[in-house]
């Protein structure tokens, strides 16, 4: 398994997938090289062979909802619309009796923006009794993802005036996502109040922070976003996604003042985003920073790192 990985590190990626597909023969109750292959084989585009591996995943371990949920991931990024329907309402009637499972559909559904499939398991968990209001965060990104802001924004004010338990931290998500719908519904002066709230929370780790600020910037609020992608490197710096979207965000605003102590900091990650690091060679490169102060020295960072790679391909 870690050859695999690392001839997929290497650029060898046939030969990794070669070794997990016979991994995943020898040893399938191995959930890690399974979800590995599949990651891979999604990264190569080998959609067919995705739907293949999960449809006799399912017939080996029926009562795990993750085969189901790669087979509709896959049937949705082939675009054959009429197998993912059949694939979601047997995956309904399968897991019909089973909250946590018809969550992950939720999930999964929400990323797409099918709020109308969310909102048949928000009501088939209110019929099991095991409604929790993390579903309700669910349907409200489902909404946000479609475009429905006033959707959303009816929903966040019902989702309040529920009698449901609400922690101060979903509460305060909760808030952060309605702010989104309310600048996508051209309110700022309703939404600003919201967002501030989410950089200045304490308990969100980076992980929504950085989700949250994607959701920002989708509806045309770059400060917004890169405040709580700050926030969240002041959570936990070594978040990669976070410190990735910040220097991403920066880049692309020409605002560089603050990327050559991030920039370090990912550079001594063990696997940096190297389509962005690409992307900061291109601009140092480039007339535009010629004359910035911090020019030979990231620039010097990039050639090293760029060194140490083809050290490691040719190695």
């Known amino acids: ?19 997990l597909r016979e991994l995943t023969q020898r040893v399938p109750e191995d959930q890690e090289i399974h979800r590995t292959l599949v ?103 489902a909404l946000l ?14 989702l ?12 305060t998500v909760l808030n952060g996502l309605r702010a989104v719908a309310l600048y996508g519904l051209r309110q700022p002066l309703a939404a600003e109040p919201l967002a501030r709230r989410l950089t200045e929370a304490n308990g969100l780790p980076a992980s929504v922070l950085t989700l949250l600020a994607g959701r920002f910037e989708r509806v045309g609020q770059a400060d917004e976003s890169r405040r709580m992608l700050r926030r969240a490197v002041e959570v936990d710096a070594l978040y990669q996604p976070a410190l990735a979207n910040l220097l991403r965000q920066m880049l692309d605003a020409g605002q560089l003042e603050e990327t050559p102590a991030l920039l370090a900091c990912l550079l001594d990650m063990r696997t940096p985003p190297e389509p962005l ?23 010097s960072q990039l050639e090293e790192h760029r060194r140490r790679m083809e050290q490691s391909r040719s190695g």
């Open 1 to 19: 398994f870690v050859a695999a990985r690392i001839e997929w590190a290497r650029g060898q990626r046939d030969g990794a997938l070669d070794r």
């Open 39 to 141: 990651h891979y084989l999604g990264e190569q585009g080998l959609w067919n062979e995705i739907r293949r591996v999960s449809l006799l995943r399912q017939l080996t371990f029926p009562d795990q909802p993750e085969a189901y949920l790669d087979e509709i991931n896959a049937c949705r990024r082939q675009g054959d619309e009429a197998a993912r329907r059949r694939a979601e309402e047997g995956y309904l009637e399968h897991f019909s009796n089973n909250a946590t499972a018809l969550v992950r559909l939720a999930e999964q559904s929400a990323a797409n923006g099918d709020a109308a499939l969310v909102a048949r398991v928000v009501a088939r968990c209110r019929d099991l009794g095991q409604q929790q209001p993390e579903i309700g965060l669910v349907w409200m990104a």
């Open 145 to 158: 993802e479609s475009g429905d802001y006033a959707g959303a924004d009816a929903l966040a004010v019902r």
């Open 160 to 171: 309040t005036e529920e009698p449901q338990g609400w922690s101060e931290r979903n509460l």
């Open 277 to 299: 690091l690409d992307s900061f060679w291109d601009a140092v490169r480039s007339d535009r920073y010629l004359f910035w102060s911090e020019h030979a020295a990231v620039q």
